[in-house]
């Protein structure tokens, strides 16, 4: 079984994933956790990258590339990644996270150490350079969600409610 699991900064695609790894006992990748990686090797801040990536497609490219040969492979594996629904063509299950704006700059400011006012900031920023590249690479409109088999609004669920749905939507799949 094939799942990816997609949404902004602060929905909690990586929460979502690790709970369903556990649960389901697959493994998850996560894009995000490769990206950040990518900016550690570079010595940048995740802000910084996205900007440095804004001009380098290649970036996008690997990350969307690593992905896809994982899950390609595997036959089990739940794909964590704001674009993971677009280039796993194998996915049995796409889903999309949404949260209010004002919960996910909540999550970053506490799981980043830093003001609410600074990652509502931050978020605005590397979105609007998110939304850049995926259109100008991928031609990928990331606000439109007709990809998507599931959207779940995870400021009305907590983790554990998000993935009893998508557990119960597997079932019926």
Not at 61 to 75: G, L
Not at 94 to 120: M, N, Q, Y
């Amino acid at each position: 079984m094939i799942i990816t699991v997609g949404g902004l900064a602060g929905t909690g695609t990586t929460t979502t994933a690790e709970g369903l790894s556990e649960k389901l006992d697959i493994p998850y990748i996560s894009a995000g956790f490769v990206f950040r990686e990518m900016a550690a090797e570079r010595g940048m801040s995740v802000l910084e990258f996205s900007e440095f990536a804004e001009g380098n497609d290649d970036i996008d490219k690997e990350i969307d590339k690593r992905q896809a040969e994982k899950a390609k492979e595997a036959e089990d594996l739940i794909v964590e990644g704001r674009l993971s629904a677009y280039f796993v063509d194998n996915a049995d299950l796409r889903v999309w996270l949404v949260t209010p704006f004002d919960v996910r700059s909540k999550r970053i400011s506490e799981r980043e150490e830093k003001s609410v006012d600074v990652a509502k900031e931050e978020i605005i920023t590397r979105e609007k350079s998110e939304a850049l590249r995926y259109m100008e690479i991928h031609n990928i409109d990331i606000s439109n969600m007709d990809i998507y088999d599931i959207i779940i609004n995870t400021g009305t669920f907590n983790p554990e409610k998000v993935s009893e749905i998508i557990i119960q939507t597997l079932k019926v799949i």
